[in-house]
């Protein structure tokens, strides 16, 4: 049964500490997400890859936040230095954004509950 | 960017009661992606609609894209306590360096009392 999986599922930790989110994509999606839900905002898109490479990372604050793909089957998102503002739940989802299939389904991860103090 | 306005923001209903959720685009969609959430899990997949006109079903929950392909509606018949949960639409705004990508609503949270 493949599933996006993410680490760790609760992270409570202090204002100005690093948080590190892990995310491993079903394997042979091509296209990595991460989101971050809050009641105010509802779900934002953060940033994408595709291939590993990254499309679009608007969505993120780029002084404090960063998104990687080391390899094909890890995604991490860094937050240096962490903020109370970041109390969120973020996401990871992948797909396969495959334009033969025309199918850009998403499947979602359980989400990390960050809670910055 | 395309924009997508979900209505109503949250829906009380009793069990066995019907429902609608409607989905309402800025632009038009090129696929329309409909996930439901339960509280402290992830998006799970319910229907894409592609084509104008277009409906699909699933069990008791049926999902419509308009034939303009600017608004959705899910609705679902005879509403279960399982059926609770946050329901969000997400569109496929087309080809190009966006493949891949979805704009999300905000939700609909709905809630079924016994």
């Known amino acids: 049964d493949a599933r996006v999986t993410q680490t760790p599922r609760d992270k409570v930790t202090e204002m100005g500490q690093e948080v590190t989110m892990r995310c491993q994509p079903i394997?042979?999606?091509?296209?990595v997400f991460w989101y971050r839900q809050t009641m105010m905002q509802g779900l934002e898109l953060l940033a994408y890859?595709?291939?590993?490479?990254?499309?679009?990372d608007s969505g993120m604050p780029k002084d404090r936040f960063s998104a990687e793909m080391p390899d094909a089957t890890l995604a991490t998102l860094k937050i240096q230095p962490s903020e109370p503002r970041d109390s969120a739940v973020y996401f990871c989802?992948?797909?396969?954004?495959?334009?033969?299939?025309?199918?850009?389904?998403?499947?979602f991860g359980p989400g990390t509950r960050l809670t910055v103090l | 960017s395309q924009e997508l306005e979900q209505s109503p923001q949250s829906l009380i209903v009793q069990e066995g009661k019907n429902l609608t959720i409607n989905c309402t685009s800025s632009?038009?969609?090129?696929?329309l992606y409909w996930y439901k959430q339960k509280y402290g899990e992830g998006l799970i997949f319910l229907m894409m609609?592609?084509?104008?006109?277009e409906e699909k079903s699933h069990e008791k929950i049926t999902a419509k894209l308009d034939e303009k392909k600017q608004q959705s509606s899910l609705h679902i018949t005879a509403s279960q306590p399982s059926h609770a949960g946050i329901y969000l639409c997400?569109?496929?705004?087309?080809?190009?360096?966006?493949?891949?990508?979805?704009?999300f609503g905000r939700g609909t949270q709905l809630t079924v009392w016994p």
């Open positions: 989802a992948s797909g396969l954004g495959d334009p033969r299939t025309s199918t850009n389904e998403q499947f």
């Open positions: 394997l042979g999606h091509n296209t």
């Open positions: 890859f595709r291939n590993r490479a990254p499309l679009d």
């Open positions: 632009k038009t969609l090129y696929g």
């Open positions: 609609l592609q084509k104008g006109g």
């Open positions: 997400g569109a496929d705004p087309g080809r190009g360096s966006t493949l891949g990508r979805l704009y």
